[in-house]
């Protein structure tokens, strides 16, 4: 049922679901009023009937003011009326009750002079009201009461004594069911033709109502799909782009290196050889006018002293900068022995002590990452030695199955991050932009006199 009404239109769904609904309320309404209607009749005509038996039988059981039971002579009349008055065609049968249930008459059957148990019908009638009421009778019930028909009025009078208003006996009599059959159905008819019109122009209202709902959601649904077909196709672009974006940053990663290499070769093949040679000559130049004996010459190897330590630190430092800007061998290494690694290098240049915790299990990182791991800590690590003047910085190195993070922690000075940041200092924007690149995350936590912390998370896949 469901599958089928879920190939439905709401319209289609409403029209499906409400009909029998609407259907079988106007049959049940119908029917109610039906038996209302037929309810009221049947008391209507039992009260009408009811006036004529006080009216025309009554003054023929006046004797039972003052005995147990009826005249031969009222007997006689009584059957008289009934055969020849129109009362007698209104009703079927009857029969006049003693209050202490006899049977005083019976126009059919034999139950004239029996006594039977007082029912509800016949305790109203004693009591001075009016019973009436339709009555199913069986064959045996038929049989036993003498009412030829299976469905009959059934209604129960009192008899009143003359001036007295003292209940002498009580009548039963059954009558027709044509006049009460007619005005039922009738009136049935009436109401299953006014409730089913109403309920036609309710169902007409509402099904206009739900088209027009059913219309504007087959509208939205359309309208819907088509967008949910425009952000797949989107989704399908924005899938490609990432992908796109992932091997444009690993290039970028590769190029960067590549390029950082040929500086650093550049720096040692160019610049560096030219100031070995230019210290070499300085020395050279020096010890001859030393060895001279010449005062002009010694002074003026005096004066090269200072040029020559010049040299010697600007060819020192770009060593060292030519050192670090050659990356090592890290592909076959782990994570947890490149951080090593990088710690190693930093404090045999520095001499500064370094405290290494790692907390890394068996897991698999791209080259990429490893190469983004040894710069942001080698980077990490030159900011501490340069601005936090720190001998003891905490590196704690931890990773679980999809991520890597990586915690410097100094005990320095520290900084105000809002205007450090604003400045733009390289490092600390060079590290960010490594960071995100990756898919990552760079945090900045320090404040003056409460030392810096340096939080970074890396994916460990590069699919970005």
């Avoid at 259907?23 to 009937?49: H, K, N, P, Y």
């Avoid at 019976?106 to 009638?125: N, R």
Wanted: glycine residues 8%.
């Amino acid at each position: 049922m469901k599958k089928i009404l879920g190939r439905l239109s709401l319209a289609q769904q409403f029209l499906m679901v409400s009909f029998p609904i609407l259907l079988a309320a106007t049959l049940v309404i119908g029917w109610w009023i039906g038996l209302q209607v037929e309810d009221s009749v049947v008391r209507r005509i039992g009260g009408v009937t009811a006036l004529y038996v006080d009216s025309f039988v009554a003054p023929h059981v006046q004797t039972l003011a003052q005995t147990d039971d009826l005249t031969p002579a009222d007997r006689a009349e009584l059957s008289a009326l009934l055969a020849n008055t129109a009362l007698g065609k209104k009703i079927v049968s009857l029969k006049i009750w003693r209050p202490d249930g006899r049977v005083l008459l019976s126009s059919d059957g034999d139950d004239a002079g029996k006594t039977f148990p007082i029912d509800e019908g016949l305790a109203v009638a004693l009591g001075g009201g009016i019973f009436s009421e339709i009555s199913d009778r069986s064959d045996a019930e038929r049989a036993k009461h003498g009412a030829p028909r299976a469905r009959l009025i059934e209604t129960y009078t009192p008899i009143h004594a003359d001036r007295l208003g003292k209940v002498v006996a009580a009548a039963e009599f059954y009558s027709a069911t044509d006049e009460v059959d007619r005005e039922a159905s009738a009136a049935q008819r009436r109401s299953w033709l006014l409730v089913a019109g109403t309920m036609l122009g309710a169902y007409l209202l509402l099904f206009l109502v739900v088209r027009g709902g059913s219309r504007k959601i087959i509208e939205q649904q359309q309208d819907l799909s088509e967008k949910v077909t425009q952000l797949t196709h989107l989704n399908e672009q924005n899938t490609q782009l990432h992908e796109r974006v992932r091997r444009a940053a690993e290039r970028a990663t590769a190029l960067n290196e590549t390029f950082l290499r040929r500086i650093s070769a550049d720096i040692h093949d160019g610049p560096g050889q030219d100031l070995g040679f230019a210290l070499m000559q300085l020395k050279n130049i020096g010890d001859t006018c030393v060895g001279s004996g010449n005062s002009d010459h010694e002074r003026h190897a005096e004066n090269l002293v200072p040029v020559r330590m010049a040299v010697e630190s600007a060819l020192s430092d770009l060593c060292a900068i030519s050192a670090d800007l050659q990356l090592p061998d890290i592909e076959p290494l782990e994570l947890a022995d490149i951080a090593a690694r990088v710690i190693r290098d930093y404090q045999a240049k520095t001499g500064a002590t370094v405290t290494l915790k790692t907390d890394i299990p068996q897991v698999q990182a791209s080259l990429r990452v490893k190469i983004t791991l040894y710069r942001l800590l080698q980077e990490a690590l030159a900011n501490t030695f340069r601005h936090a003047k720190c001998g003891n910085p905490l590196v704690h190195v931890k990773s679980d199955s999809t991520s890597l993070t990586m915690e410097v922690i100094d005990d320095g000075p520290g900084f105000d991050t809002g205007a450090a940041l604003k400045k733009g200092r390289l490092g600390l924007m060079g590290m960010r932009q490594r960071a995100e690149v990756l898919g990552g995350s760079f945090e900045l936590e320090s404040r003056p006199g409460a030392g810096t912390l340096i939080r970074i998370t890396l994916p460990l896949s590069t699919e970005v």
